[in-house]
């Protein structure tokens, strides 16, 4: 299943939601990933650390989403507390992809990054490197 996740992050039994900020910390979009059909049937892991009183649930409507764009990311952490993880994205400014999926299952992906720096692992799959593009393998 880890192929069909938007984010290879966390857990796999765990939902997540995933805040994008500029440099100065200010929120640009908010995404979630992994939410089962019942958000109330989710279960907190036992090694995660204590939710804050009145902890916003990461399956926030696009609405609820869309209202965070704009603020800070210290409003975030207030409503959603600490994050359990964080990761610097790439720093190309652009780039070209293009979906390469062979069928139902396969989401492979063929992209370019003007700064050729590209990680070990993205889009649920291992990188290959071909010329100056990267192909996924998912």
């Not at 938007?6 to 765990?14: A, F, L, R, S």
């Not at 995660?48 to 704009?70: M, W």
């Not at 603020?71 to 390469?100: H, M």
Request: net charge neutral; hydrophobic share 40%; charged share 20%.
């Amino acid at each position: 299943m880890r192929g069909l996740w938007k984010y290879p992050d966390g857990p796999p039994g765990n939902a997540i939601m995933v805040v994008f900020t500029d440099r100065d910390g200010t929120v640009l979009s908010v995404d979630v990933d992994r939410l089962p059909a019942d958000p109330h049937a989710m279960s907190t892991s036992p090694t995660a650390p204590a939710a804050p009183a009145g902890r916003a649930h990461p399956g926030l409507d696009a609405a609820q989403r869309e209202a965070l764009v704009g603020r800070s990311i210290a409003d975030a952490r207030r409503l959603f507390g600490v994050p359990q993880g964080s990761r610097r994205l790439p720093t190309a400014p652009w780039k070209l992809r293009i979906d390469c999926g062979r069928g139902f299952l396969s989401w492979d992906v063929f992209f370019y990054w003007p700064t050729r720096d590209y990680p070990a692992h993205i889009y649920g799959g291992n990188v290959e490197r071909i010329g100056d593009w990267a192909y996924v393998h998912e």
